[in-house]
């Protein structure tokens, strides 16, 4: 069994207007922690990506 632990790292409420209609817009950032020995980069779960391409504008986040 793998043992993960979740925990919120950062909540953003956002309520706007766009295009005339009233909106809201709940994020909640979660921090995941895991056992080194349960690491698999295929896990399905997460998709681990290296800083550094963030950081080096390789990748970007998507912002919906």
Known sequence: NSCWR???AEVSENIFV???KK???LVMLYKA???DSDYKE???LVK???IN???NKEKKVAIF
Request: net charge negative.
């Open 42 to 44: 295929d896990s399905g």
């Open 6 to 8: 979740f925990s919120i």
């Open 23 to 25: 909106g809201h817009e």
């Open 53 to 55: 391409e963030f950081k």
């Open 18 to 20: 766009f295009n005339g």
């Open 33 to 35: 922690e895991m056992k």
């Open 48 to 50: 681990w990506v290296d």
